[in-house]
T-cell receptor, first 113, second 115 residues
Framework: QQKVQQSPESLIVPEGGMASLNCTFS?????YFWWYRQHPGEGPKALM?????GDKKEGRFTAHLNKASLHVSLHIKDSQPSDSALYFC?????????????FGKGTSLVVHP | NAGVIQTPRHKVTGKGQEATLWCEPI?????VFWYRQTIVQGLEFLTY????????DSGMPKERFSAQMPNQSHSTLKIQSTQPQDSAVYLC?????????????FGPGTRLLVL
C-alpha cells in the first residue's frame, strides 16, 4: 500500500524568502505527482503536477521529482503572505488500473511579513 | 463554471442521527471522489465513482457509510447513526476522467460536527 510522507509538518519563512517542502513515497511504480494548496475554509486546489524526473517551473513555484529516490519536492521562491496555507503532495500510479491518488498529511506554511 | 458545489457547508447532528451530504461535480467531469479530512488523519480517501458507477469504496467504513451517484450531476454521502468520531470535513472532488494525469478539483467541503 502506497505511503506518502511530507516534511516538515510546519514551516515558517519570511516574506521574500524561499520555502522548500518535501514528499517521499513508497511505491516505485508511482508515475503521477501533484502539489495541492489549501487555504482555511476552502478545499485543496491543484498547484502543479510533475510526471517526469527533473524540475518543472511555473512562476515562483518549482517542483522537483526524483523517482529513483522516491522523492518529490516543491520550492516557492519569493514567498508571499498569501502563500500561507496547507500544502499537500498527492501520488498515483499504476495499481491494477485503479486510479486512487494517495495524499500526504500536509505541510503548514506560514509566510510572515 | 461554479466549480464543485457541496451542501450544506456546515452540519451539526446529535449522536445516532443520520447525516446526508451533497455534492455537485463540475459539468462534464466523469469522476467523483469523496474524502474525509481531520487534523489527525489528514486527507483520507473514502470512495469514487466513474460515469456514476461505484469503482472503489475501499476507504468507506462499511457499516454506517454509504455513497450514491444517481445521476451525473450529483452524488450523496450518507452517514447513519453518526458518532462523535465522524466529526470531520468531508470533501468532494471531481476530475475530467480517471486517467492518472487528471487533476482533481475539490469543493469547499462540508464540516460535520457530531455532538
Amino acid at each position: 500500500q502506497q505511503k506518502v510522507q511530507q516534511s516538515p509538518e510546519s514551516l515558517i519563512v519570511p516574506e521574500g524568502g524561499m520555502a522548500s517542502l518535501n514528499c517521499t513515497f513508497s511505491d516505485r511504480n508511482s508515475q503521477y505527482f501533484w502539489w495541492y494548496r489549501q487555504h482555511p475554509g476552502e478545499g485543496p486546489k491543484a498547484l502543479m503536477s510533475i510526471f517526469s524526473n527533473g524540475d518543472k517551473k511555473e512562476g515562483r513555484f518549482t517542483a522537483h521529482l526524483n523517482k529513483a529516490s522516491l522523492h518529490v519536492s516543491l520550492h516557492i521562491k519569493d514567498s508571499q503572505p498569501s502563500d500561507s496555507a496547507l500544502y499537500f503532495c498527492a501520488v498515483s500510479g499504476p495499481s491494477g488500473g485503479n486510479y486512487k491518488p494517495t495524499f500526504g498529511k500536509g505541510t503548514s506554511l506560514v509566510v510572515h511579513p | 463554471n461554479a466549480g464543485v458545489i457541496q451542501t450544506p457547508r456546515h452540519k451539526v447532528t446529535g449522536k445516532g442521527q443520520e447525516a446526508t451530504l451533497w455534492c455537485e461535480p463540475i459539468s462534464g467531469h466523469s469522476a467523483v471522489f469523496w474524502y474525509r479530512q481531520t487534523i489527525v488523519q489528514g486527507l483520507e480517501f473514502l470512495t469514487y465513482f466513474r460515469n456514476q458507477a461505484p469503482i472503489d469504496d475501499s476507504g468507506m467504513p462499511k457499516e454506517r457509510f454509504s455513497a450514491q451517484m444517481p445521476n451525473q450531476s450529483h452524488s450523496t454521502l450518507k452517514i447513519q447513526s453518526t458518532q462523535p468520531q465522524d466529526s470531520a470535513v468531508y470533501l468532494c472532488a471531481s476530475s475530467l476522467d480517471v486517467l492518472n494525469q487528471d487533476t482533481q478539483y475539490f469543493g469547499p467541503g462540508t464540516r460535520l460536527l457530531v455532538l
